[in-house]
């Protein structure tokens, strides 16, 4: 097996995070698409840790912990609370922050993501003002 197909153990993966959780990594990660040069850090880091991990692979780990932390935190909010993950305390640390401004938002009757269509259409209908997102 390639490197690239190799699993991250949970030593690796705390690493990542731990670089992750830096405030000038948050900082870079916010509002970039264009991001190689932030993992090739970040892999430069890993190595420091003995971690021997491409850019790629450290990008594609970052957003796979994102998606589902992001999964976990609707899942939760939509009443789910049996639904988590592995590290979840650690990425809600780095995330959740965000997750207040996505998933988590209300609009401006006070309602949950999941109430909005029904609703925001029937608010509309009557010809109240609404917001959409």
């Known amino acids: 097996i390639s490197n690239g197909g190799k699993h991250w153990t949970v030593n690796e993966v705390r690493a ?6 830096e405030k ?6 916010e509002g970039t698409v264009r991001n190689k040069r932030i993992f ?11 971690i021997d991990r491409d ?33 979840f305390r650690e990425l809600d640390a780095i995330l959740g922050h965000n997750a207040d401004k996505t998933s988590r938002c209300h609009n ?4 949950k993501p999941a ?14 003002s609404f917001v959409t997102f």
Do not use: P
């Open 115 to 128: 109430e909005w269509t029904k609703t925001t259409i029937e608010k509309k209908i009557r010809g109240k």
């Open 40 to 50: 090739e850090h970040v892999a430069a880091r890993l190595q420091k840790f003995g």
């Open 108 to 111: 401006d009757y006070g309602e």
């Open 24 to 29: 000038s990594i948050q900082q870079q990660l």
């Open 16 to 21: 990542l995070i731990r670089v992750w959780s």
């Open 55 to 87: 850019w790629k692979q450290c990008r594609t780990k970052y957003k796979n912990l994102k998606h589902e932390y992001k999964s976990v935190k609707d899942a939760q909010y939509s009443g789910n609370t049996s639904k988590t993950m592995k590290f």
